[in-house]
């Protein structure tokens, strides 16, 4: 068993920031591909951001220049700090760990951009 556990979502103005944490816990030694999607009322869930275990990075062209993805190897924990807030940004934060093929999900966490 792998549990994924996200903090650090919470309600914030436009043009504020938040850092999102998602640890890994159980039954998983190597981690490959650490990531973060959302899923906004009414829409798909979508990629934000995903980093390799050596460090390679992809994001969303909606939050480039403003998140930035970051994973600490040795805590099994990916990060996301996320700047210049928007609306937008809205949604439903989850954390994804994708092992050669197994996905793994965390049970979300609300961001809230609101004024």
């Known amino acids: 068993q792998v549990q994924l556990v996200e903090s650090g979502g919470g309600l914030v103005q436009p043009g504020g920031s938040l850092r999102l944490s998602c640890g890994a816990s159980g039954s998983i030694f190597v981690i490959n591909v650490m990531g973060w999607y959302r899923q906004a009322p009414g829409k798909q869930r979508e990629l934000v951001a995903v980093?390799?275990?050596?460090?390679?990075?992809n994001y969303a062209d909606s939050v480039k220049g403003r998140f930035t993805i970051s994973r600490d190897n040795a805590k099994k924990t990916v990060y996301l700090q996320m700047n210049s807030l928007k609306p937008e940004d809205t949604a439903v934060y989850y954390c994804?760990?994708?092992?050669?093929?197994?996905?793994?999900w965390g049970r979300g966490t609300q961001v809230t951009v609101s004024s």
């Open positions: 980093i390799t275990s050596g460090g390679r990075t």
């Open positions: 994804n760990v994708n092992n050669w093929g197994s996905d793994y």
